[in-house]
T-cell receptor, first 113, second 111 residues
Framework: GGIITQTPKFLIGQEGQKLTLKCQQN?????MYWYRQDSGKGLRLIYY???????QKGDLSEGYDASREKKSSFSLTVTSAQKNEMAVFLC????????????FGEGTRLSVL | QQKVQQSPESLTVSEGAMASLNCTFS??????FRWYRQHSAKGLEVLVS????GEKEEGRFTAHLNRANLHVSLHIREPQPSDSAVYLC???????????FGDGTVLTVKP
């Protein structure tokens, strides 16, 4: 069976630091997503990518960069970590066809000191 | 841009009583809708996907879509304490590939 792997699982950063989160999927899915989830809140879309080398901004793209290096991987960079920031970053992927449900990784938990 | 609103923010029901959750979306640009469940500190589990007006049942979970009213609901039959989780509604636009989530409903099922 397929899997979506997010690394690292936990990330502790310093204020102002550039931090990179990685996501790999082996479903051969075309579309991949990055979401941010703050405690007790829903998911806010940061970036998504419909195919390799494609990049689309979501509702929360400011302060982030993303890169779809190849079909199976999608990276997210926090360009300058904010002090006391705490959130979970979730990666998802989706196959072709309207009926395909996006599937999620288990998340990267970020804490900024 | 599509916005998704969920209500109530939190809901407590007794074991065995029906639980009903609501989701309204801001415009008709999304083509299909899904309900996800998220247990504490875990990933998201898809419960029901619905693509046309009417009902869609998956086990104890039934989604009801009414596009004219920009509304989709989730009903959980005979909920159990293990169903206690955050329930998230998502709207998908097949033209853009964008997937938008609501803020979630926290469901607590008391024994």
């Amino acid at each position: 069976g397929g899997i979506i792997t997010q690394t690292p699982k936990f990330l502790i950063g310093q204020e102002g630091q550039k931090l990179t989160l990685k996501c790999q999927q082996n479903f051969n899915h075309d579309t991949m997503y990055w979401y941010r989830q703050d405690s007790g809140k829903g998911l806010r879309l940061i970036y998504y990518s419909i195919t390799e080398n494609d990049l689309q901004k979501g509702d929360l793209s400011e302060g982030y960069d993303a890169s779809r290096e190849k079909k199976s991987s999608f990276s997210l960079t926090v360009t300058s970590a904010q002090k006391n920031e705490m959130a979970v970053f979730l990666c998802a992927s989706r196959g072709q066809g309207d009926n395909q449900a996006p599937l999620f990784g288990e998340g990267t938990r970020l804490s900024v000191l | 841009q599509q916005k998704v609103q969920q209500s109530p923010e939190s809901l407590t029901v007794s074991e065995g009583a029906m639980a009903s959750l609501n989701c309204t979306f801001s415009d008709g640009t999304s083509n299909n809708f899904r309900w996800y469940r998220q247990h504490s500190a875990k990933g998201l589990e898809v419960l029901v996907s619905i693509f046309s007006d009417g009902e869609k049942e998956e086990g104890r979970f039934t989604a009801h879509l009414n596009r004219a009213n920009l509304h989709v609901s989730l009903h959980i039959r005979e909920p159990q304490p293990s169903d206690s989780a955050v329930y998230l509604c998502a709207a998908y636009n097949t033209n853009t590939g964008k997937l938008t989530f609501g803020d979630g409903t926290v469901l607590t099922v008391k024994p």
